[in-house]
Nanobody
């Protein structure tokens, strides 16, 4: 069974940048549609962006369009989220999710805190 592990979170000032990574273990990473979600304290989990198995980004949340970029490197079994021009409201736990054949597999998340 595949497992996903996120990394790259941390504390950053408003206007700064971070790059999150999500590494998948197990076979067939290329066959998964991958997504980034986030959940702020006291709020529901929301979709940030998705990417097809061929690497075509889809479904950026309006709040991150033009600032965040989702990508993947199937040779490295890795999903990325480049986050630029970060805002305080981007503070959340960020999760990656892989979807294949109707099943969903979630990572445990990485904390992103945007604060001065």
């Amino acid at each position: 069974q595949v497992q996903f592990v996120e990394s790259g979170g941390g504390l950053v000032q408003p206007g700064g940048s971070l790059r999150l990574s999500c590494v998948g273990s197990g076979p067939n990473f290329i066959s998964y549609t991958m997504s980034w979600y986030r959940q702020a304290l006291g709020k529901e989990r929301e979709l940030v962006a998705s990417i097809t198995y061929l690497g075509r980004p889809t479904n950026y949340a309006d709040s991150v369009k033009g600032r965040f970029t989702i990508s993947r490197d199937n040779a490295k079994n890795t999903l990325y989220l480049q986050m630029d021009n970060l805002r305080r409201e981007d503070t959340a736990v960020y999760y990656c999710k892989g979807t294949r054949a109707g099943y969903e597999y979630w990572g445990l998340g990485t904390q992103v805190t945007v604060s001065s």
